[in-house]
């Protein structure tokens, strides 16, 4: 073999490695990419008591936005679309008063930011009624009161969220303290 013909085989072989790492780092990059935006979808509530922001949060605990599809809400064995305000049919669902709460909803295509956190519901703060601190602990003692959201990601990757978000024994009592009951 002469050096010329040696020399040919050798900048071929190297041009395709090239080829081949670059190829590599392109499909990395984007996995990379994807998981640098890639949403992160969380619930729970939050109890400080009397004078604290009271309520169901829903944040997105992750670095990019997240895109709701469907939310639902799962009460006591019924299941409550979200796209829509359905709050009064979970209400009548729990025999609740209606005029206790703040509630949100989630229309199709809803977008949570990155770091931001949503009110899905909390207590009125209107003196209209006294008794409704007792009826958002009726609520969130719900025996079964289920979230689930369906969203995506901006490069479309589908994620699914469902959590109870009511309290057990042990927290509602803790939270009855904190509010004087």
Not at 38 to 52: D, E, F, Q
């Amino acid at each position: 073999m002469t050096t010329d013909r040696v020399l040919s085989i050798s900048s071929v072989v190297i041009a395709l490695t090239a080829v081949c790492v670059s190829i590599w780092q392109g499909v990395v990059a984007r996995e990379h990419n994807k998981l640098s935006v890639k949403p992160y979808i969380t619930a729970a509530p939050r109890l400080p008591g009397v004078g604290g922001e009271n309520g169901v949060f829903i944040s997105n605990a992750g670095v990019g936005p997240a895109f709701i599809k469907k939310a639902f809400i799962k009460a006591n064995g019924k299941e409550f679309d979200m796209a829509a305000n359905n709050w009064p049919a979970v209400y009548t669902h729990l025999n609740l008063k209606r005029l206790c709460y703040v509630e949100r909803w989630f229309k199709e295509g809803a977008t949570l930011k990155a770091g931001q956190d949503v009110k899905l519901i909390a207590p009125t703060t209107s003196p209209l009624d006294a008794s409704c601190p007792v009826e958002f602990i009726k609520l969130i003692s719900a025996p079964e009161l289920t979230l689930s959201i369906e969203y995506e990601s901006i490069y479309g990757e589908e994620f699914k969220y469902s959590q109870r978000i009511g309290l057990d024994d042990q927290e509602i009592s803790r939270f009855k303290k904190a509010l004087g009951y």
